[in-house]
DNA sequence: TATTGTTATACTCTATAACTATA
DNA sequence: TATAGTTATAGAGTATAACAATA
Protein backbone atom coordinates (compact mmCIF):
# COMPACT_ATOMS: atom_id res chain seq x y z
CA UNK A 1 0.00 0.00 0.00
CA UNK A 2 2.44 2.79 -0.89
CA UNK A 3 0.19 5.36 -1.24
CA UNK A 4 -1.86 6.44 1.69
CA UNK A 5 -1.68 10.08 1.57
CA UNK A 6 -0.54 11.42 4.94
CA UNK A 7 2.04 9.68 6.43
CA UNK A 8 3.52 12.67 8.02
CA UNK A 9 7.27 11.37 9.71
CA UNK A 10 6.00 13.58 13.15
CA UNK A 11 4.65 16.38 13.84
CA UNK A 12 6.76 19.42 11.99
CA UNK A 13 7.32 22.98 12.67
CA UNK A 14 5.59 24.93 10.89
CA UNK A 15 4.43 28.29 12.64
CA UNK A 16 1.51 29.65 9.96
CA UNK A 17 0.24 32.13 11.85
CA UNK A 18 3.47 34.39 13.03
CA UNK A 19 0.77 35.88 16.19
CA UNK A 20 1.24 38.96 13.96
CA UNK A 21 -2.57 40.28 15.23
CA UNK A 22 -4.60 39.54 18.25
CA UNK A 23 -2.92 37.78 20.75
CA UNK A 24 -0.24 38.38 22.99
CA UNK A 25 2.04 35.77 24.66
CA UNK A 26 2.67 37.10 28.33
CA UNK A 27 5.30 34.21 28.48
CA UNK A 28 8.39 33.81 26.88
CA UNK A 29 7.27 29.59 26.02
CA UNK A 30 3.92 31.26 24.92
CA UNK A 31 3.47 30.97 21.49
CA UNK A 32 0.15 32.61 21.53
CA UNK A 33 -3.42 31.45 21.26
CA UNK A 34 -3.74 31.36 17.59
CA UNK A 35 0.02 30.10 17.03
CA UNK A 36 -0.65 27.90 19.48
CA UNK A 37 -3.45 25.96 18.51
CA UNK A 38 -2.78 26.26 14.68
CA UNK A 39 0.65 23.78 16.37
CA UNK A 40 -1.58 21.94 18.12
CA UNK A 41 -4.27 21.51 15.22
CA UNK A 42 -1.24 20.27 12.90
CA UNK A 43 0.52 17.84 15.52
CA UNK A 44 -3.08 16.78 16.40
CA UNK A 45 -3.71 16.00 12.71
CA UNK A 46 0.27 14.92 12.26
CA UNK A 47 -0.23 12.14 14.87
CA UNK A 48 -3.80 10.93 13.36
CA UNK A 49 -2.26 10.85 10.29
CA UNK A 50 0.32 8.41 11.75
CA UNK A 51 -2.45 6.07 12.89
CA UNK A 52 -4.41 6.63 9.67
CA UNK A 53 -1.50 5.31 7.75
CA UNK A 54 -0.67 2.77 9.92
CA UNK A 55 -3.80 1.05 9.34
CA UNK A 56 -3.58 1.73 5.54
CA UNK A 57 -6.17 4.41 5.91
CA UNK A 58 -6.32 7.88 5.60
CA UNK A 59 -7.67 11.02 7.94
CA UNK A 60 -10.39 11.40 5.59
CA UNK A 61 -11.38 7.26 5.70
CA UNK A 62 -10.66 7.61 9.86
CA UNK A 63 -13.26 10.54 10.24
CA UNK A 64 -15.45 8.60 8.26
CA UNK A 65 -15.17 5.61 9.94
CA UNK A 66 -15.55 7.34 13.00
CA UNK A 67 -18.79 8.80 12.09
CA UNK A 68 -20.00 5.94 11.03
CA UNK A 69 -19.42 3.76 14.53
CA UNK A 70 -22.85 4.29 15.98
CA UNK A 71 -24.59 5.53 12.78
CA UNK A 72 -26.07 4.21 9.35
CA UNK A 73 -26.53 7.58 7.62
CA UNK A 74 -27.45 7.92 4.03
CA UNK A 75 -25.13 9.42 1.58
CA UNK A 76 -26.40 12.98 1.92
CA UNK A 77 -26.26 13.12 5.77
CA UNK A 78 -23.27 11.50 5.84
CA UNK A 79 -22.08 14.24 3.74
CA UNK A 80 -23.47 17.01 5.87
CA UNK A 81 -21.77 14.98 8.67
CA UNK A 82 -18.57 14.82 7.19
CA UNK A 83 -18.93 19.10 5.70
CA UNK A 84 -18.48 17.41 1.99
CA UNK A 85 -20.05 17.59 -0.93
CA UNK A 86 -22.33 13.96 -1.59
CA UNK A 87 -19.87 13.74 -4.86
CA UNK A 88 -16.80 13.68 -2.42
CA UNK A 89 -18.65 11.14 -0.34
CA UNK A 90 -19.50 8.53 -2.86
CA UNK A 91 -15.44 8.20 -3.72
CA UNK A 92 -15.38 7.67 -0.22
CA UNK A 93 -17.06 5.50 0.81
CA UNK A 94 -16.32 3.59 -2.82
CA UNK A 95 -12.77 3.06 -1.88
CA UNK A 96 -13.84 2.16 1.72
CA UNK A 97 -16.58 -0.03 0.00
CA UNK A 98 -14.09 -1.50 -2.57
CA UNK A 99 -11.72 -3.16 0.50
CA UNK A 100 -15.08 -4.57 1.91
CA UNK A 101 -14.74 -1.73 5.09
CA UNK A 102 -18.35 -0.46 4.20
CA UNK A 103 -21.31 -1.49 2.72
CA UNK A 104 -24.53 0.58 0.82
CA UNK A 105 -27.73 -1.44 1.65
CA UNK A 106 -30.92 0.20 0.00
CA UNK A 107 -33.08 1.96 2.62
CA UNK A 108 -36.35 0.25 3.09
CA UNK A 109 -38.74 3.11 2.72
CA UNK A 110 -36.61 5.25 -0.39
CA UNK A 111 -35.71 3.80 -3.15
CA UNK A 112 -33.56 6.40 -3.88
CA UNK A 113 -31.42 6.06 -1.25
CA UNK A 114 -28.96 3.80 0.50
CA UNK A 115 -27.73 3.32 4.29
CA UNK A 116 -23.89 3.41 4.31
CA UNK A 117 -22.86 0.86 7.48
CA UNK A 118 -19.38 -0.77 8.57
CA UNK A 119 -19.02 -4.14 7.48
CA UNK A 120 -17.41 -6.48 10.52
CA UNK A 121 -14.08 -5.45 9.26
CA UNK A 122 -14.34 -2.14 8.94
CA UNK A 123 -15.98 -2.00 12.26
CA UNK A 124 -12.45 -4.30 13.74
CA UNK A 125 -10.84 -1.84 11.91
CA UNK A 126 -12.32 1.29 13.37
CA UNK A 127 -11.88 -0.11 17.03
CA UNK A 128 -8.31 -0.72 16.96
CA UNK A 129 -7.82 2.36 14.69
CA UNK A 130 -9.81 4.60 17.13
CA UNK A 131 -7.81 3.36 20.27
CA UNK A 132 -4.85 3.63 18.89
CA UNK A 133 -5.43 7.01 17.79
CA UNK A 134 -7.07 7.76 21.29
CA UNK A 135 -3.22 6.39 22.44
CA UNK A 136 -1.51 8.64 20.05
CA UNK A 137 -3.13 11.61 21.16
CA UNK A 138 -2.60 10.99 24.27
CA UNK A 139 1.17 10.54 24.07
CA UNK A 140 0.95 14.46 22.69
CA UNK A 141 0.00 15.21 26.29
CA UNK A 142 2.36 12.75 27.84
CA UNK A 143 4.36 15.39 29.80
CA UNK A 144 1.67 17.47 31.11
CA UNK A 145 0.68 16.68 34.40
CA UNK A 146 -2.50 15.08 35.26
CA UNK A 147 -4.14 18.26 36.44
CA UNK A 148 -3.34 20.37 33.04
CA UNK A 149 -4.59 17.56 30.84
CA UNK A 150 -7.78 17.81 32.77
CA UNK A 151 -7.99 21.46 32.46
CA UNK A 152 -7.16 21.25 28.70
CA UNK A 153 -9.59 18.35 27.82
CA UNK A 154 -12.32 20.67 29.57
CA UNK A 155 -11.07 23.78 27.55
CA UNK A 156 -11.13 21.68 24.02
CA UNK A 157 -14.49 20.85 24.97
CA UNK A 158 -15.65 24.27 25.86
CA UNK A 159 -14.22 26.03 22.31
CA UNK A 160 -15.62 23.04 20.30
CA UNK A 161 -19.32 23.05 21.80
CA UNK A 162 -19.81 26.66 21.60
CA UNK A 163 -21.77 29.50 23.72
CA UNK A 164 -23.64 27.58 25.90
CA UNK A 165 -27.24 27.47 25.28
CA UNK A 166 -28.79 28.89 28.43
CA UNK A 167 -26.90 28.81 31.44
CA UNK B 1 -10.71 29.67 -9.61
CA UNK B 2 -13.06 26.57 -8.22
CA UNK B 3 -10.70 24.40 -7.11
CA UNK B 4 -9.05 25.20 -3.68
CA UNK B 5 -9.19 22.23 -2.23
CA UNK B 6 -10.54 22.78 1.50
CA UNK B 7 -13.32 25.22 1.85
CA UNK B 8 -15.16 23.62 4.34
CA UNK B 9 -18.44 25.14 4.82
CA UNK B 10 -17.57 25.33 8.72
CA UNK B 11 -16.56 22.96 11.55
CA UNK B 12 -18.78 19.94 10.84
CA UNK B 13 -19.05 17.41 13.54
CA UNK B 14 -16.99 14.70 13.25
CA UNK B 15 -15.79 12.75 16.90
CA UNK B 16 -12.75 10.29 15.06
CA UNK B 17 -12.15 8.60 18.37
CA UNK B 18 -14.81 7.61 20.66
CA UNK B 19 -12.98 7.71 23.77
CA UNK B 20 -12.53 4.02 23.46
CA UNK B 21 -9.21 4.09 25.49
CA UNK B 22 -7.60 6.41 28.00
CA UNK B 23 -8.84 9.42 28.58
CA UNK B 24 -11.84 9.17 31.63
CA UNK B 25 -14.40 12.75 31.24
CA UNK B 26 -14.71 13.79 34.14
CA UNK B 27 -18.20 16.08 33.64
CA UNK B 28 -20.98 15.89 30.93
CA UNK B 29 -19.85 18.25 28.89
CA UNK B 30 -15.95 17.12 29.00
CA UNK B 31 -15.46 15.21 25.50
CA UNK B 32 -12.32 13.97 26.81
CA UNK B 33 -8.74 15.02 26.23
CA UNK B 34 -8.50 12.80 22.85
CA UNK B 35 -12.11 13.57 21.27
CA UNK B 36 -11.90 16.94 22.17
CA UNK B 37 -8.18 17.63 20.83
CA UNK B 38 -9.44 15.46 17.68
CA UNK B 39 -12.64 17.72 17.39
CA UNK B 40 -10.48 21.34 18.50
CA UNK B 41 -8.00 20.41 15.83
CA UNK B 42 -10.35 19.38 12.83
CA UNK B 43 -12.10 23.43 14.43
CA UNK B 44 -9.33 25.06 13.93
CA UNK B 45 -8.15 23.28 10.57
CA UNK B 46 -11.60 24.33 8.92
CA UNK B 47 -10.93 27.77 10.23
CA UNK B 48 -7.76 27.88 8.63
CA UNK B 49 -9.10 26.64 5.44
CA UNK B 50 -11.73 29.00 5.18
CA UNK B 51 -9.49 31.64 5.45
CA UNK B 52 -6.96 30.27 2.65
CA UNK B 53 -10.12 29.34 0.34
CA UNK B 54 -10.72 33.15 0.92
CA UNK B 55 -7.69 34.01 -0.56
CA UNK B 56 -7.37 31.72 -3.22
CA UNK B 57 -5.30 29.05 -1.16
CA UNK B 58 -4.98 25.70 0.46
CA UNK B 59 -3.81 24.74 3.97
CA UNK B 60 -1.05 23.40 2.38
CA UNK B 61 0.05 26.89 0.70
CA UNK B 62 -0.81 28.37 3.93
CA UNK B 63 1.76 26.63 5.89
CA UNK B 64 4.35 27.20 3.40
CA UNK B 65 3.85 30.64 3.57
CA UNK B 66 4.01 30.90 7.01
CA UNK B 67 7.23 29.05 6.84
CA UNK B 68 8.62 31.65 4.17
CA UNK B 69 7.75 34.52 6.38
CA UNK B 70 11.21 34.62 8.23
CA UNK B 71 13.42 32.49 5.84
CA UNK B 72 14.51 31.41 2.71
CA UNK B 73 15.30 27.89 2.57
CA UNK B 74 16.46 25.19 -0.34
CA UNK B 75 14.21 22.94 -1.23
CA UNK B 76 14.91 20.34 1.20
CA UNK B 77 14.94 22.40 4.02
CA UNK B 78 11.67 23.38 3.46
CA UNK B 79 10.34 19.79 3.22
CA UNK B 80 11.96 19.03 6.48
CA UNK B 81 10.36 21.98 7.80
CA UNK B 82 7.21 21.20 6.32
CA UNK B 83 7.00 17.48 6.99
CA UNK B 84 7.28 16.28 3.40
CA UNK B 85 8.86 14.50 0.72
CA UNK B 86 10.75 17.24 -1.47
CA UNK B 87 9.45 15.89 -4.63
CA UNK B 88 5.99 17.24 -2.95
CA UNK B 89 7.55 20.36 -1.81
CA UNK B 90 8.57 20.53 -6.21
CA UNK B 91 5.05 21.20 -6.64
CA UNK B 92 3.91 22.79 -4.02
CA UNK B 93 6.58 25.88 -4.73
CA UNK B 94 5.70 25.59 -8.85
CA UNK B 95 2.57 26.62 -8.12
CA UNK B 96 3.20 29.27 -5.70
CA UNK B 97 5.56 30.22 -8.74
CA UNK B 98 3.18 29.91 -11.47
CA UNK B 99 1.00 32.56 -9.24
CA UNK B 100 3.76 35.06 -8.65
CA UNK B 101 3.81 34.56 -4.65
CA UNK B 102 7.05 32.69 -4.66
CA UNK B 103 10.40 33.24 -6.20
CA UNK B 104 13.46 30.03 -6.93
CA UNK B 105 16.55 31.67 -7.00
CA UNK B 106 20.15 29.85 -7.30
CA UNK B 107 21.82 29.62 -4.15
CA UNK B 108 25.18 31.01 -4.17
CA UNK B 109 27.54 28.75 -2.52
CA UNK B 110 26.33 25.51 -4.21
CA UNK B 111 24.77 25.27 -7.71
CA UNK B 112 22.83 22.42 -6.66
CA UNK B 113 20.58 24.28 -4.85
CA UNK B 114 17.52 26.99 -5.31
CA UNK B 115 17.06 29.21 -2.59
CA UNK B 116 12.80 29.93 -2.04
CA UNK B 117 11.37 33.41 -1.21
CA UNK B 118 8.32 35.59 -0.74
CA UNK B 119 7.77 37.78 -3.65
CA UNK B 120 6.43 41.27 -2.48
CA UNK B 121 2.80 40.17 -3.60
CA UNK B 122 3.16 36.87 -1.60
CA UNK B 123 4.57 38.56 1.62
CA UNK B 124 1.28 40.94 0.82
CA UNK B 125 -0.79 37.95 1.00
CA UNK B 126 1.19 35.90 3.62
CA UNK B 127 0.27 38.98 6.17
CA UNK B 128 -3.03 39.23 5.26
CA UNK B 129 -3.93 35.87 5.00
CA UNK B 130 -1.79 35.11 8.30
CA UNK B 131 -4.07 38.17 9.89
CA UNK B 132 -7.29 36.87 9.31
CA UNK B 133 -6.57 33.40 10.56
CA UNK B 134 -5.45 34.95 13.71
CA UNK B 135 -9.16 36.91 13.69
CA UNK B 136 -11.00 33.37 13.15
CA UNK B 137 -9.09 31.23 15.27
CA UNK B 138 -9.11 33.93 18.03
CA UNK B 139 -12.90 33.58 16.99
CA UNK B 140 -13.55 30.12 17.88
CA UNK B 141 -12.18 30.92 21.25
CA UNK B 142 -14.45 34.20 21.50
CA UNK B 143 -16.92 32.51 24.29
CA UNK B 144 -13.88 31.75 26.90
CA UNK B 145 -13.13 34.04 29.79
CA UNK B 146 -9.33 36.20 29.63
CA UNK B 147 -8.06 33.63 32.20
CA UNK B 148 -9.37 30.06 30.00
CA UNK B 149 -7.69 31.75 26.44
CA UNK B 150 -4.54 32.30 28.64
CA UNK B 151 -4.37 28.92 29.91
CA UNK B 152 -5.27 27.31 26.76
CA UNK B 153 -2.45 28.81 24.97
CA UNK B 154 -0.21 28.08 27.66
CA UNK B 155 -0.84 24.30 27.66
CA UNK B 156 -1.06 23.99 24.15
CA UNK B 157 2.07 25.90 23.40
CA UNK B 158 3.89 23.33 26.26
CA UNK B 159 2.29 20.41 24.25
CA UNK B 160 4.08 21.08 21.11
CA UNK B 161 7.00 22.42 22.71
CA UNK B 162 7.43 19.03 23.91
CA UNK B 163 9.20 17.70 27.48
CA UNK B 164 11.16 20.81 28.86
CA UNK B 165 14.56 20.70 27.75
CA UNK B 166 16.36 20.90 31.29
CA UNK B 167 14.38 22.52 34.07
C1' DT C 1 29.51 8.31 -4.14
C1' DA C 2 26.37 11.42 -1.95
C1' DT C 3 23.31 15.26 -2.28
C1' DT C 4 20.02 18.75 -4.47
C1' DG C 5 16.35 19.19 -7.07
C1' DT C 6 13.06 17.81 -10.90
C1' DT C 7 10.15 14.69 -13.49
C1' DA C 8 7.13 10.66 -14.33
C1' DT C 9 3.58 8.21 -12.42
C1' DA C 10 -0.10 7.00 -9.46
C1' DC C 11 -3.49 7.46 -6.01
C1' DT C 12 -6.51 10.02 -2.58
C1' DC C 13 -9.39 13.90 -1.74
C1' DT C 14 -12.13 17.41 -3.09
C1' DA C 15 -15.31 20.23 -5.95
C1' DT C 16 -18.62 21.51 -9.89
C1' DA C 17 -21.62 20.11 -13.36
C1' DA C 18 -24.42 16.98 -15.59
C1' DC C 19 -26.98 12.92 -15.29
C1' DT C 20 -30.43 8.96 -13.66
C1' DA C 21 -33.93 7.40 -10.95
C1' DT C 22 -37.16 8.08 -7.72
C1' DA C 23 -40.53 11.17 -4.81
C1' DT D 1 -40.21 19.97 -9.60
C1' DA D 2 -37.25 18.46 -5.96
C1' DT D 3 -34.30 15.09 -3.86
C1' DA D 4 -30.85 10.94 -3.50
C1' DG D 5 -27.10 9.32 -5.47
C1' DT D 6 -23.57 8.54 -9.28
C1' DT D 7 -20.46 9.78 -12.94
C1' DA D 8 -17.35 12.77 -15.63
C1' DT D 9 -13.89 15.88 -15.17
C1' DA D 10 -10.33 18.56 -13.16
C1' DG D 11 -6.99 20.35 -9.93
C1' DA D 12 -4.44 20.10 -5.41
C1' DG D 13 -1.65 17.37 -2.53
C1' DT D 14 1.03 13.58 -1.57
C1' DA D 15 4.37 9.63 -2.27
C1' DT D 16 7.87 6.46 -4.64
C1' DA D 17 11.13 5.79 -8.11
C1' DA D 18 14.15 7.25 -11.53
C1' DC D 19 16.81 10.86 -13.28
C1' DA D 20 20.26 15.03 -14.01
C1' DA D 21 23.59 18.02 -12.31
C1' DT D 22 26.83 19.18 -8.99
C1' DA D 23 29.68 18.27 -4.71
Redesign the interface.
Known sequence: MPHTTPP????????????????S???P??????D???????????A?GEVAAAHGLSIAQ??LF??L??REPGMQELA????LDKSSVSGLVDRAERRGLVRRSPSPHDRRAVRVALTEQGHQLA?EA??E???H??A?????TDA?????????????????PTA
Chains 1, 2 share one sequence.
Request: no cysteine.
Open positions: RPSAPEAPVAHATAPSPSSDDLGLVGLAQLSFAVQALLRGVRDRLLGRTAAGRVHLAAHLQRAQLSLLASAMVAGPL
